[in-house]
């Protein structure tokens, strides 16, 4: 247990669906992070919020928003996805998002299949 | 970001000592290294972090040697439980961003 979860575990959806990952963090952290994990490829950032606002994207594609509400909690919203956005999808946090040596803490993640 | 290459996998029996090594040739003054550990269906885990000489924790030990463009994980009498991929990252200290690169890790498989 990390103090990050992640909601839901797995998911399954069409292409035209419309659907959202939920984080949640209880250590009090005030960066949170999303990363795509495809099969045998690097975990990949897509997107950092510190303080709420978001500090990073990194090219990610539209169908992919972000959401993040407080300190607290990160959303992923997901429309309109193509099966190769099949993936296991982390949430993590860090204390602030201002140095590459704080530690962060990962969720367990969420599997999306695209169909 | 200081580019690493690291083994792809590695095998060890239970009990044995397991040193998986890191290069990491571009490392800069104020970088720091930095393992994760992956178990399957998880997300990483934080292991260990160090800047120079050696460091050591209750799971691991990072040794550095003087020119820091190498870094070796140890991990002392491995068990099954210690199969997981495991990530060696280099990155600042407050440069304004958090932005670790993971690369591909390092699978350790420990067999019985």
């Known amino acids: 247990e990390t103090g990050v979860t992640q909601t839901p575990r797995h998911l399954v959806m069409g292409m035209t669906n419309k659907k959202s990952l939920k984080c949640e963090q209880h250590?009090?952290?005030?960066?949170m992070y999303w990363y795509k994990q495809s099969a045998k490829k690097p975990l990949e950032l897509m997107f950092v919020?510190?303080?709420?606002?978001?500090?990073e994207n990194n090219s990610v594609p539209s169908r992919f928003s972000p959401e993040c509400p407080n300190s607290s909690h990160l959303f992923l919203h997901l429309h309109t996805l193509q099966p190769e956005d099949s993936a296991l999808y982390l949430c993590a946090s860090s204390q602030d998002a201002g140095s590459s040596t704080d530690t962060q803490y990962f969720g367990p993640g969420t599997r999306l299949t695209v169909l | 970001l200081a580019k690493t290459t690291q083994p792809i996998s590695m095998d060890s029996y239970e009990g044995q000592e397991v040193n998986i090594t890191c290069s990491h040739n571009n490392i800069a003054t104020n970088d720091y290294i930095t393992w994760y550990q992956q178990f399957p269906s998880q997300g990483p885990r934080f292991i260990i972090q160090g800047y120079k000489t050696k460091v050591t924790n209750e799971v691991a030990s990072l040794f550095i040697p003087a020119d820091r463009k190498s870094s070796t994980l140890s991990l002392p009498r491995v068990s099954l439980s210690d199969t997981a991929v495991y990530y060696c990252l280099v990155g600042p200290y407050q440069t304004g961003a958090n932005n670790l690169f993971f690369g591909t890790g390092t699978r350790l498989t420990v067999i019985p």
């Open positions: 250590l009090g952290h005030n960066a």
């Open positions: 919020y510190n303080f709420k606002e978001q500090t």
